[in-house]
Every structure is written in C-alpha cells, then in structure tokens.
C-alpha cells in the first residue's frame, strides 16, 4: 500500500506557473505508475500526466500537452507536476496517484488504472 500527500496547490493568476508534489510513504513507490489527475466541482476525475515506472514514458491530457511535465525522483518517493501558462478553467483539486499492479503506462490512463489516491491538493486560477 502507498500513501501519496500532495502539496503545492494555492491561488494563482491565469499565465502563472505552479507545481506540485506528491510524496509518498511505503515500499512500492518505484515499482508504480504515477499519475496526476484533477477534479473540478461537478466535473469527473480527469487525467492530466501519468509517467512509466522508469520515467522514460510519459502520457498528457490535450489540453495540457505543451504546458505541463510530470517528473518523478524515486530516491525521494515524489512525483511532481509542473503547471504553466495557467488558464482559469483549470481550477480543481488536483490528485496523485499510484498503482503497483501495471507493469506498463496505458496509453490512455483512466482513474480506474490507479489504486492508491492523495488527498488532493486545491488549486484556483483567478482570471
């Protein structure tokens, strides 16, 4: 089992840059896909970056690809997602996730390919 604590969130003007951590406690860490996901009020869970177990492979949303790197450093058991160029509409709870089980990234990964979940982090972009 991993436990992922998110941080970073906050309130920023659109054109802003942010980034957020996710460090996480338990034994599996390098052996997981890690992913970022947000969730805007009366909005599904979306995908926003996931990355492979090596950190050689890397999947983003379209409406970020261009904006957004996801990153991981698995001697510190932190997956990081670094935000610019901000746009209001963006504003949600941004989650990480885990999951030890998939050996490879799916090419288009769902909240339901990640079985470990932070408590998200807020994040509000003002216009």
């Known amino acids: 089992q991993v436990q992922l604590v998110e941080s970073g969130g906050g309130l920023v003007q659109a054109g802003a840059s942010l980034r957020l951590s996710c460090v996480a406690s338990?034994?599996?860490?390098?052996?997981?896909?890690l992913g970022w996901f947000r969730q805007a009020p009366g909005q599904e869970r979306a995908l926003v970056a996931a990355?492979?177990?090596?950190?050689?492979?890397?999947v983003y949303a379209d409406p970020v690809r261009g904006r957004c790197t996801i990153s991981r450093d698995d001697m510190k058991n932190t997956v990081y997602l670094e935000m610019n160029a901000l746009k209001p509409e963006e504003t949600a709870v941004y989650y990480c996730?885990?999951?030890?089980?998939?050996?490879?990234?799916?090419?288009?990964?769902?909240?339901?390919?990640?079985?470990?979940w932070g408590q998200g982090t807020q994040v509000t972009v003002s216009s």
């Open positions: 338990g034994r599996t860490f390098s052996n997981s896909i």
């Open positions: 996730a885990a999951d030890h089980r998939a050996y490879f990234l799916p090419s288009l990964p769902t909240a339901n390919d990640f079985e470990n």
């Open positions: 990355i492979s177990r090596s950190g050689g492979n890397t």
